[in-house]
Antibody
């Protein structure tokens, strides 16, 4: 059974850093792209970042992040990471990791999701 | 960037009824359109991918159609567990992997 579990959500001050982890099991982790999607309180879904399968040679970020976040993966540990720096109040959200299925020109859909990790940025 | 617009933003319906949710893309995305269901406090769940293909395990009362810029999600014979928020998402190209703003379906 496919399972994705996020770790690392916490309360952090503006300007601070946080690293989220996503532990995967039940599938060959290296064979799939992985993604982060966030949801601010009471708001809709916002795609954050994607990393391709295997070596993770293709990485994409939402423009709104302005270079503050870094996605990475460790296939040996079946884990996905999101390093978040220079955090702002508007980064407050539940962060979901999701497994992606490539369909076209780098586009993906997300067939399995974790339960989410809450990141709160506040002084 | 491709923008995705859903309508309506919210709607109410009776158990046993039928509803249709629309998603419009700002440019043609062929059939690269997906639908998700999200219940409060839970992760989104994939319902339909590539406009009309039902994800494994999803009840057949859910159906999707459309191509180009206009897409619909139809739920026939609404069940109590179907009351949730629904999102469309384009997979034509990234970045970004754009979602619609969501449609909240409530019990009438």
């Amino acid at each position: 059974e496919v399972e994705l579990v996020e770790f690392g959500g916490n309360l952090v001050k503006p300007g601070g850093s946080l690293r989220l982890s996503c532990a995967a099991s039940g599938f060959t982790f290296s064979s799939y792209s992985m993604h982060w999607v966030r949801q601010a309180p009471g708001k809709g879904l916002e795609w954050v970042s994607s990393i391709s399968d295997n070596s993770g040679s293709h990485i994409y970020y939402a423009d709104s992040l302005q270079g503050r976040f870094t996605i990475s993966r460790d296939n040996g540990k079946n884990s996905l990471y999101l390093q978040m720096d220079s955090l702002r109040a508007d980064d407050t959200a539940v962060y979901f990791c999701a497994r992606g299925i490539l369909v076209f020109q780098g586009g993906y859909y997300f067939d399995y999701w974790g339960q989410g990790a809450l990141v709160t940025v506040s002084s | 960037d491709i923008q995705m617009t859903q309508s309506p933003s919210s709607l109410s319906a009776f158990v046993g009824g039928r509803v249709t949710i629309t998603c419009r893309a700002s440019q043609s995305i062929s059939r690269y359109l997906n639908w998700y269901q999200q219940k409060p406090g839970k992760a989104p769940k994939l319902l339909i991918y590539s406009a009309s293909t039902l994800q494994s395990g999803v009840p057949s009362r859910f159906s999707g159609s459309g191509s180009g810029t206009d897409f619909t999600l139809t739920i026939s014979s609404l069940q109590p567990e179907d009351f949730a928020t629904y999102y469309c998402q384009q997979s034509y190209s990234i970045p970004p992997n754009t979602f619609g703003q969501g449609t909240k379906l409530e019990i009438k």
